[in-house]
């Protein structure tokens, strides 16, 4: 089976600019979770997604917001980028139904904002 | 924030060594899980404990649950220098269709 796949794997925007990742998740697995990684704060969840539905949203700002495909494939977007916002961008797949959370992650996009 | 506080943040011992790393937690948990990171990739699962379990094996590892404490541990023996990495627990609320982890343990094996 194909891991999760991230693009881009890096990325350098600036200020005010948004940004959109994508992440292809293992096949068959219908739930994408999105983590957001700095050295100041850690691993901070931003959202869930299952059967194109958001299930569940971690505590940031509008401006960062997600979608899933009918092929469970998920983009994230970060709209009027900040400084703050760079990060290592990870996405994680499980199959999403019963059973343990168990998370299968990517390889994680790095956006760097100047 | 972060369910999970992770000591010591940093971990430096000689190959052959034992490493031990400890989580604590605020919440009640269906399982606590524990993920390996080298340098700036993704995460990979190493091992799950359930809230009804005390103690778990997996090759070289070894994980508590003290639910009492709200805390675990997790033990690698006979280190070696591939497991050189960052080392995070996780924790799976009944509530939610999430996992929050804690802030990392680096442990570094010297060669």
């Known amino acids: 089976k194909a891991g999760v796949t991230q693009t881009p794997r890096y990325l350098i925007k600036t200020r005010g600019q948004q940004v959109t990742l994508s992440c292809s998740p293992i096949?068959?697995?219908?739930?994408v979770s999105w983590y957001q990684q700095t050295p100041g704060q850690g691993l901070q969840f931003l959202f869930e997604?299952?059967?194109?539905?958001?299930?569940n949203k971690g505590n940031f700002p509008g401006r960062f917001s997600g979608r899933q495909f009918s092929n469970s494939r998920s983009e994230m977007n970060v709209s009027t980028l900040e400084l703050g916002d760079s990060a290592l961008y990870l996405c994680?797949?499980?199959?999403?139904?019963?059973?343990?959370?168990?998370?299968?992650f990517g390889a994680g996009s790095r956006l760097t904002v100047l | 924030s972060q369910q999970g506080e992770e000591d010591p943040q940093a971990l430096s011992i000689q190959e052959g060594e034992n490493a031990t790393m400890n989580c604590s937690y605020k919440?009640?948990?269906?399982?606590l899980q524990w993920y390996r990171q080298n340098s700036g990739r993704g995460l990979v699962h190493l091992i799950l404990?359930?809230?009804?379990?005390r103690e778990k094996h997996s090759g070289r590892l070894r994980v508590t649950l003290d639910t009492s404490k709200k805390s675990s541990s997790l033990l690698i023996t006979a280190s070696r220098a591939a497991d050189t990495a960052s080392y995070f627990c996780?924790?799976?609320?009944?509530?939610?269709?999430?996992?929050?982890f804690g802030g990392g343990t680096r442990v570094l094996v010297k060669p």
């Open positions: 996780a924790t799976d609320a009944p509530a939610g269709n999430k996992l929050t």
């Open positions: 994680a797949s499980t199959p999403g139904v019963t059973g343990a959370n168990v998370l299968t």
């Open positions: 919440t009640s948990i269906n399982n």
């Open positions: 096949s068959g697995h219908r739930s």
């Open positions: 404990i359930r809230s009804n379990e």
């Open positions: 997604y299952f059967s194109e539905t958001q299930r």
